[in-house]
């Protein structure tokens, strides 16, 4: 077994397992990428975030089918997400 003093630590290595499998689906990693190039910036809120129906709107997948990469790329901590109202930023 490695020596766990070294390198990263256990946590920081399961981050970096979690990111990497977020990011393995191609749809995953360009919502990935368009939301992080600031694609779409016409469209974006007062705060400078991109709405799920604005990131949806380049790809030619469902909402519901995009809503769940969010919810993926979101549990792996690549994307922070908030409701307002009945939008999701």
């Known amino acids: 077994m490695p020596n766990q003093t070294k390198g990263m630590s256990s946590q920081d290595r399961k981050r970096v397992v979690m990111a990497l499998?977020?990011?393995s689906n191609e749809?995953?990693?360009?919502?990935?990428?368009?939301?992080?190039?600031?694609?779409?910036?016409?469209?974006?809120d007062a705060d400078n975030r991109l709405s799920v129906c604005c990131v949806?709107?380049?790809?030619?997948?469902?909402?519901?089918t995009?809503?769940?990469h969010i919810k993926e790329l979101k549990a792996a901590g690549l994307v922070h997400c908030e409701r307002q109202g009945q939008n999701i930023l």
Do not use: D, P, V
């Open 27 to 44: 749809n995953r990693m360009a919502i990935f990428e368009q939301i992080r190039a600031g694609h779409g910036r016409a469209q974006l």
């Open 56 to 64: 949806a709107e380049n790809f030619n997948i469902s909402l519901s």
């Open 66 to 68: 995009i809503s769940h």
């Open 21 to 23: 499998k977020a990011l």
